[in-house]
């Protein structure tokens, strides 16, 4: 399995934005698939985005269409989320998660978590 570290998370106004990162350990980053999932109080843990392996195939949840973008950096172990035009709503726990080789949007499909950042949105 693959070690698992986000940070850039923070406190944003709405409209704002941010950029998290993961970095991963170990070499074989590139053959594992990447997903950004977030948790709001009260909230079950939900998808935002997921990433194939060399970044060609990109999946988004709906509500983060247009807004969030995901990407990642092999050479770097290294996955990204920007976040766009934030709302309040997008107040949650992030956390990257990792599986190997195909993209999913199930949080049960991955194996490997990190141990999230918090990103706030006032309003």
């Known amino acids: 399995q693959v070690q698992l570290v986000e940070s850039g998370g923070g406190l944003v106004q709405a409209g704002g934005s941010l950029r998290l990162s993961c970095a991963a350990s170990g070499r074989s980053f590139r053959n594992y698939a990447m997903g950004w999932f977030r948790q709001a109080p009260g909230k079950e843990r939900e998808f935002v985005a997921t990433?194939?392996?060399?970044?060609?195939?990109?999946v988004y949840a709906d509500s983060m269409k247009g807004r969030f973008t995901i990407s990642r950096d092999n050479a770097k172990n290294t996955v990204y989320l920007q976040m766009n035009s934030l709302k309040p709503e997008d107040t949650a726990v992030y956390y990257c998660a990792a599986r190997p080789f195909t993209i999913a949007t199930d949080e049960a499909d991955f194996g490997s978590w990190g141990q999230g950042t918090q990103v706030t949105v006032s309003s």
């Open positions: 990433i194939s392996l060399n970044g060609g195939h990109t």
